[in-house]
Nanobody, 114 residues
């Protein structure tokens, strides 16, 4: 079973930036399409960015142009660069395979507030 550990969250002012990391155990990371998901209080978890095994990326309309997903297969790690953050980006952020069939990690809290 793959274990996922997210990190890099925190409190940031509107317009600021954060870089999230997702470390995955096991040997199948490099052959797995990955996604970053988020869950805001009272809302369902949603997919915000995805990256294929070859590096093709897709984004939700709400983050397109502001977030960048990437991956380093040698390090079994996926990243989410978040720029121009808005208060509505406040959520717990998770990574998982796309679609999300692995057990969820603990996530990392991102709070955007002045």
């Amino acid at each position: 079973q793959v274990q996922l550990v997210e990190s890099g969250g925190g409190l940031v002012q509107p317009g600021g930036s954060l870089r999230l990391s997702c470390a995955a155990s096991g040997t199948i990371f490099s052959i797995s399409p990955m996604g970053w998901y988020r869950q805001a209080p009272g809302k369902q978890r949603e997919l915000v960015a995805a990256i294929s095994t070859r590096g093709s990326t897709t984004y939700s309309d709400s983050v397109k142009g502001r977030f960048t997903i990437s991956r380093d297969n040698a390090k079994n790690t996926a990243y989410l660069q978040m720029d121009s953050l808005k208060p509505e980006d406040t959520a717990v952020y998770y990574c998982n395979i796309q679609p999300p069939i692995w057990d969820w990690g603990q996530g990392t809290q991102v709070t955007v507030s002045s």
